[in-house]
């Protein structure tokens, strides 16, 4: 009687194996062309903690992305699926769900979280796995080393040059150029780099700026956690320099700004690296003059040169975008480093005319991928397949962005400041 | 001048960090609930603050009169249901903690997660100074001082010279004793959660005038804010506004001295080195 139990137990546990072994083959690559299920992509994207507030913005750009594809047919034929789970911008967790979504539910494909240290946390999943990954905004191009990661958004490989250089470059052609600068830099991962580079090329804005003969005064580096803005400001108006580079992130510019409006002082032309786009523009007067740093802005005359479909993506995300209560709605170089990404995702999946992981990364080392906000990329492991920078310098003119270098590709002229 | 500044300002801005703290400080020294739900309520005040301003067009300052009753009500009510559920003092720490989980996420929902600033149109104060020849007193944190100032001054004034205010202090000498006396706990824990919850209103006022807001800020003051409530002795008012002005202008003078990246560091080795000399605070007297 146990001996018949026992085989009872065992037929079943064959069969359920049996059962796993062939959804595996069904779910995994190569599926059949005749297969109507969904293409699941997977990923994850920091909805709560610290980076939240620029994750929103990615996760309304990927949805309207997935609604568009599949409104036009899917991928392959079939409709895609995005799976996207909270890493809580936490690097560990980011780790720990990407392993998830690879090993256990077996998503088709992957596409990258946001920020730096999320973005190499799931790229050494990636790696491991053998997945192909485009994703959004890590910029580090040094460290991402992994052949088969696209970044949706480069400055080139060497970002502490070039950021530095267009800089340098666009203020040189005021009639009155800057000869004395400030560096204030947040010592976050993706902004110190800038200003100091990094173990192995130091180079970064303050030597860059030393060897164009400029004046650096004061030099000052500061943790994220900065609460007490007035120090800095203070330091900033006793060396009255003519240009405040301030390499941070988030509302750093803001928090400058506004500190040093309290000391009665605004600086002549001050650039902030990474600001959050809508909290200087309610800054006023105050912010008006402030110069970053772009991939892509909606003004006018840019958009005429996109044509119809960039238009609609970017008014279809404003309504989105208000929907979800975001207070800036804007479709600017998050929103379009996130719709790049994708586009990228897209072109290695047709390319392949597949989901295998290494035909895609392959497809698009020999191919490029053909994306709306950035024309044709190519993709070169030798620089970690950081593509020619679209990276452009935007300025508040008026109570809004707009892009003001290089000229050829402005979409307004670069003001200096007012006269004395 | 640049020193003196600094250490101004960072004064100033200790008033803040007091405001925040002795909300916290009174309910752990009181009633011995460590309270993260706190922060949680500041959070809310301070987006409150902001939606009032920015859809009523109130001035910022005027929206206490709605945000200073509703927290005293949640703080309350808080404090009630961590007596009807016997929580504990290390409890108190974990349950909070998850309630501070829950309101985070509860207004991540509500605002998003987006950066949240009120505008220089509805508030003149982001920017606004006063000046006394070179130096100058940012209205923001002017306003942090002298309500973190009032505030203490008058919450002293009621613990030492009112009867609630003694009873107070000797339920949080012994409990059992305060209770033989007649002291009813209960309801007196209750005003006391309200009364720091209308701190927490306060402050979150505060806060918004002078920054962004985003769901995640509730974490950042943790540091801090206990730092100036361990510092200043837990329970102790007077403290408390003594470590917030101490650890603001310390900051401030190491910021411009060695450097910005220099402040958490020397500031918290000051913390250790002050709280292994005088491990019940800095303002708190031997004989207590």
């Given at each position: 009687?146990?001996?018949?139990?026992?085989?009872?137990?065992?037929?079943?546990?064959?069969?359920?194996?049996?059962?796993?072994?062939?959804?595996?083959?069904?779910?995994?690559?190569?599926?059949?062309?005749?297969?109507?299920?969904?293409?699941?992509?997977?990923?994850?994207?920091?909805?709560?903690?610290?980076?939240?507030?620029?994750?929103?913005?990615?996760?309304?750009?990927?949805?309207?992305?997935?609604?568009?594809?599949?409104?036009?047919?899917?991928?392959?034929?079939?409709?895609?699926?995005?799976?996207?789970?909270?890493?809580?911008?936490?690097?560990?967790?980011?780790?720990?769900?990407?392993?998830?979504?690879?090993?256990?539910?077996?998503?088709?494909?992957?596409?990258?979280?946001?920020?730096?240290?999320?973005?190499?946390?799931?790229?050494?999943?990636?790696?491991?796995?053998?997945?192909?990954?485009?994703?959004?905004?890590?910029?580090l191009?040094?460290?991402?080393?992994?052949?088969?990661?696209?970044?949706?958004?480069?400055?080139?490989?060497?970002p502490n040059e070039?950021v530095p250089?267009?800089?340098?470059?666009?203020?040189?052609?005021?009639?009155?150029?800057?000869?004395?600068?400030?560096i204030l830099t947040n010592q976050n991962g993706s902004t110190d780099f800038v200003s100091y580079g990094s173990q192995s090329d130091q180079t970064g804005a303050v030597s860059i700026a030393k060897?164009?003969?400029?004046?650096v005064?004061?030099e000052i580096r500061y943790?994220?956690?900065?609460?007490?803005?007035?120090?800095?400001?203070?330091?900033?108006?006793?060396?009255?320099?003519?240009?405040?580079i301030?390499h941070?992130?988030?509302?750093?510019?803001?928090?400058?700004?506004?500190?040093?409006?309290?000391?009665?002082?605004?600086?002549?032309?001050?650039?902030?690296l990474?600001?959050?786009?809508?909290?200087?523009?309610?800054?006023?007067?105050?912010?008006?003059?402030?110069?970053?740093?772009?991939?892509?802005?909606?003004?006018?005359?840019?958009?005429?040169?996109?044509?119809?479909?960039?238009?609609?993506?970017?008014?279809?995300?404003?309504?989105?975008?208000?929907?979800?209560?975001?207070?800036?709605?804007?479709?600017?170089?998050?929103?379009?480093?996130?719709?790049?990404?994708?586009?990228?995702?897209?072109?290695?999946?047709?390319?392949?005319?597949?989901?295998?992981?290494?035909?895609?990364?392959?497809?698009?080392?020999?191919?490029?991928?053909?994306?709306?906000?950035?024309?044709?990329?190519?993709?070169?492991?030798?620089?970690?397949?950081?593509?020619?920078?679209?990276?452009?310098?935007?300025?508040?003119?008026?109570?809004?962005?707009?892009?003001?270098?290089?000229?050829?590709?402005?979409?307004?002229?670069?003001?200096?400041?007012?006269?004395? | 001048?640049?020193?003196?500044?600094?250490?101004?300002?960072?004064?100033?801005?200790?008033?803040?960090?007091?405001?925040?703290?002795?909300?916290?400080?009174?309910?752990?020294?009181?009633?011995?609930?460590?309270?993260?739900?706190?922060?949680?309520?500041?959070?809310?005040?301070?987006?409150?603050?902001?939606?009032?301003?920015?859809?009523?067009?109130?001035?910022?300052?005027?929206?206490?009169?709605?945000?200073?009753?509703?927290?005293?009500?949640?703080?309350?009510?808080?404090?009630?249901?961590?007596?009807?559920?016997?929580?504990?003092?290390?409890?108190?720490?974990?349950?909070?903690?998850?309630?501070?989980?829950?309101?985070?996420?509860?207004?991540?929902?509500?605002?998003?997660?987006?950066?949240?600033?009120?505008?220089?149109?509805?508030?003149?104060?982001?920017?606004?100074?006063?000046?006394?020849?070179?130096?100058?007193?940012?209205?923001?944190?002017?306003?942090?001082?002298?309500?973190?100032?009032?505030?203490?001054?008058?919450?002293?004034?009621?613990?030492?010279?009112?009867?609630?205010?003694?009873?107070?202090?000797?339920?949080?000498?012994?409990?059992?004793?305060?209770?033989?006396?007649?002291?009813?706990?209960?309801?007196?824990?209750?005003?006391?959660?309200?009364?720091?919850?209308?701190?927490?209103?306060?402050?979150?006022?505060?806060?918004?005038?002078?920054?962004?807001?985003?769901?995640?800020?509730?974490?950042?003051?943790?540091?801090?804010?206990?730092?100036?409530?361990?510092?200043?002795?837990?329970?102790?008012?007077?403290?408390?506004?003594?470590?917030?002005?101490?650890?603001?202008?310390?900051?401030?003078?190491?910021?411009?001295?060695?450097?910005?990246a220099?402040?958490?560091?020397?500031?918290?080795?000051?913390?250790?080195?002050?709280?292994?000399?005088?491990?019940?605070?800095?303002?708190?007297?031997?004989?207590?």
């Amino acid at each position: 009687m146990r001996r018949r139990g026992s085989a009872v137990v065992a037929t079943v546990l064959l069969l359920a194996i049996t059962a796993c072994e062939s959804k595996s083959e069904s779910d995994g690559e190569g599926a059949p062309a005749a297969s109507t299920e969904p293409i699941v992509v997977g990923s994850t994207l920091s909805l709560s903690g610290a980076f939240a507030a620029t994750g929103a913005i990615h996760k309304i750009a990927g949805e309207q992305f997935v609604a568009r594809l599949n409104a036009k047919g899917g991928l392959l034929g079939r409709q895609v699926q995005w799976v996207v789970r909270d890493d809580e911008s936490d690097q560990a967790k980011v780790s720990t769900l990407y392993e998830q979504l690879i090993s256990q539910e077996r998503v088709d494909l992957i596409i990258g979280p946001y920020a730096t240290p999320n973005i190499l946390s799931a790229m050494a999943v990636a790696q491991r796995h053998g997945y192909t990954m485009p994703h959004h905004t890590s910029v580090l191009a040094p460290l991402m080393t992994y052949e088969c990661q696209f970044p949706g958004w480069s400055i080139g490989p060497k970002p502490n040059e070039f950021v530095p250089n267009q800089l340098f470059d666009a203020v040189a052609s005021l009639p009155n150029p800057p000869k004395k600068v400030a560096i204030l830099t947040n010592q976050n991962g993706s902004t110190d780099f800038v200003s100091y580079g990094s173990q192995s090329d130091q180079t970064g804005a303050v030597s860059i700026a030393k060897q164009r003969g400029l004046t650096v005064a004061p030099e000052i580096r500061y943790p994220p956690s900065t609460t007490d803005w007035a120090p800095l400001a203070a330091q900033v108006r006793d060396a009255a320099p003519d240009l405040v580079i301030n390499h941070g992130l988030g509302v750093d510019p803001v928090n400058l700004l506004q500190a040093m409006a309290q000391l009665g002082y605004k600086p002549p032309l001050m650039f902030s690296l990474f600001p959050a786009p809508g909290p200087p523009l309610g800054l006023g007067p105050a912010a008006e003059g402030l110069l970053s740093v772009t991939i892509f802005e909606p003004n006018k005359s840019t958009l005429d040169k996109l044509g119809k479909e960039a238009t609609e993506i970017v008014e279809e995300f404003k309504t989105r975008a208000t929907d979800a209560k975001l207070p800036y709605t804007v479709f600017e170089t998050q929103a379009a480093a996130s719709w790049t990404a994708w586009e990228i995702l897209v072109a290695a999946v047709e390319r392949s005319g597949g989901l295998d992981q290494k035909a895609m990364c392959d497809k698009l080392h020999s191919d490029g991928a053909d994306t709306t906000f950035n024309g044709h990329l190519d993709f070169d492991p030798a620089v970690h397949n950081f593509w020619r920078t679209t990276q452009q310098i935007k300025q508040i003119q008026s109570k809004d962005w707009v892009t003001v270098w290089p000229a050829d590709r402005a979409a307004a002229k670069l003001q200096g400041p007012p006269a004395a | 001048m640049i020193t003196i500044q600094s250490a101004l300002t960072g004064l100033l801005l200790g008033g803040l960090y007091a405001l925040m703290a002795a909300g916290v400080s009174v309910t752990w020294g009181v009633l011995r609930i460590i309270n993260l739900a706190h922060f949680g309520m500041i959070l809310i005040s301070a987006y409150l603050t902001f939606q009032l301003a920015s859809d009523w067009g109130l001035d910022p300052i005027l929206t206490l009169a709605v945000t200073v009753p509703a927290m005293f009500v949640a703080g309350g009510a808080l404090q009630w249901a961590y007596d009807r559920l016997g929580i504990s003092e290390l409890n108190s720490l974990l349950a909070s903690f998850g309630l501070l989980i829950v309101i985070v996420q509860l207004v991540s929902n509500v605002w998003s997660a987006d950066f949240q600033r009120m505008s220089a149109a509805v508030n003149p104060y982001a920017t606004a100074s006063v000046g006394i020849g070179r130096l100058v007193f940012p209205v923001t944190t002017l306003l942090a001082f002298l309500v973190a100032v009032a505030f203490i001054a008058a919450a002293e004034l009621v613990l030492r010279r009112t009867f609630a205010g003694r009873a107070l202090r000797a339920f949080a000498e012994d409990r059992t004793i305060a209770s033989a006396f007649g002291i009813d706990h209960r309801r007196l824990g209750i005003v006391l959660g309200g009364l720091s919850g209308a701190t927490a209103a306060v402050a979150g006022m505060l806060f918004a005038l002078a920054n962004a807001l985003t769901p995640a800020t509730a974490f950042e003051w943790f540091g801090i804010v206990f730092a100036v409530v361990i510092l200043g002795g837990i329970g102790h008012l007077t403290g408390t506004l003594a470590a917030g002005l101490l650890v603001g202008a310390l900051s401030g003078v190491v910021s411009v001295l060695l450097s910005p990246a220099a402040a958490p560091f020397v500031l918290f080795t000051a913390i250790v080195l002050a709280l292994l000399l005088r491990p019940r605070g800095l303002f708190v007297r031997a004989a207590q």
